[in-house]
């Protein structure tokens, strides 16, 4: 019972939730920018290259084997697929471009908030009070 107890008061503390959201919403990111690669980035340009679809981009490194008498595949190819790696190093690219702009912005914000409030004056130093006080001797 304590391990449960324990686990629960885990579970609830407000930056295992915070955590657990956004992964939550970072997965659903995740989607939208691979959405956007796959289905708006990469058509347009593999129009510019020559009209290629990168998903079919694949280098050949062994054969199938197919059964001579069925027609049915025995061993599959064996391929690189180069073009599924160049979209994944551009979800990449925008995935982590996104982030840094989003912590710049954050960033910014909370640089602008410690500007606002003023430093509290600094508490003078026993020399300093010394001094202060021989002053105010002086001019009496």
């Not at 197919?66 to 995935?95: C, H, R, S, Y």
Request: net charge positive; no cysteine.
């Amino acid at each position: 019972m304590k391990m449960l107890k324990d686990f629960k008061e885990f579970a609830m503390k407000g930056n295992v939730i915070d955590m657990a959201v956004g992964i939550i919403i970072g997965a659903a990111f995740g989607k939208i920018i691979t959405s956007l690669v796959n289905d708006v980035i990469m058509p347009p340009i593999g129009l510019l290259v020559g009209g290629i679809d990168f998903k079919d981009i694949a280098l050949n490194m062994k054969d199938a084997v197919m059964d001579p008498a069925t027609g049915k595949v025995i061993k599959e190819a064996v391929t690189l697929k180069i073009g599924n790696f160049i979209q994944t190093v551009v979800d990449f690219v925008i995935v982590a471009f996104a982030i840094f702009m989003m912590i710049k912005g954050v960033n910014n914000i909370s640089r602008k908030k410690a500007a606002e409030v003023p430093d509290a004056p600094p508490v003078p130093t026993k020399d300093q009070e010394l001094l202060t006080e021989i002053r105010d001797l002086l001019k009496k």
